[in-house]
């Protein structure tokens, strides 16, 4: 086995690593064909003799995975320094495990976010209106001129 063949192994490990971190992340089913089409490139390109084919599919499968992994982190430190991006996502799951770690479990149609650049107000109307109901109440409806 070459040292060809060890990086290129690696490479491709890297590439489902990040693959599987931030595209499919866990969801059963969704996104499973950027795994299949990363897998069958490699196994249609394993018996390539050229060697510059080799290299220039082995920069593509790196520069992927960095391309990857750098949005992904780029998402992370704009959420780290509260930039104005929709951040309901990762509020629901900052509260989704807050509640699981006392047993509890948050509603589906939760919505939260600190974005201050989206209209929400339709959203939290229908939320409350859904949750006032719920125990019988029906909110007013309030004159906007």
């Known amino acids: 086995m070459g040292i060809e063949t060890i990086q290129t192994a690696k490479i491709y490990r890297?590439?489902?690593?990040?693959?599987?971190?931030?595209?499919?992340?866990?969801?059963?089913?969704?996104?499973?064909h950027f795994l299949e089409f990363v897998?069958?490139?490699?196994?249609?390109?394993?018996?390539?003799?050229?060697a510059v084919a080799v290299q220039q599919n082995t920069k593509l499968a790196?520069?992927?995975?960095?391309?990857l992994n750098s949005v992904h982190h780029h998402k992370d430190l704009l959420f780290s320094y509260n930039i104005a991006i929709d951040r309901s996502d990762e509020v629901k799951r900052t509260l989704g495990k807050s509640a699981a770690s006392v047993g509890l479990q948050l509603p589906e149609d939760l919505l939260f976010s600190?974005?201050?650049?989206?209209?929400?107000s339709d959203e939290v109307k229908r939320t409350?209106?859904?949750s006032a109901a719920?125990?019988?109440l029906q909110l007013p409806?309030?004159?906007?001129p």
């Open 114 to 120: 600190y974005n201050i650049a989206i209209d929400r």
């Open 134 to 136: 719920s125990v019988g």
């Open 14 to 32: 890297d590439l489902l690593k990040a693959v599987k971190k931030h595209i499919v992340n866990g969801k059963e089913g969704s996104n499973r």
């Open 141 to 144: 409806e309030v004159y906007q």
């Open 128 to 130: 409350l209106g859904k």
């Open 62 to 67: 790196r520069d992927y995975t960095f391309l």
């Open 39 to 50: 897998t069958s490139e490699f196994r249609n390109n394993r018996n390539l003799s050229d």
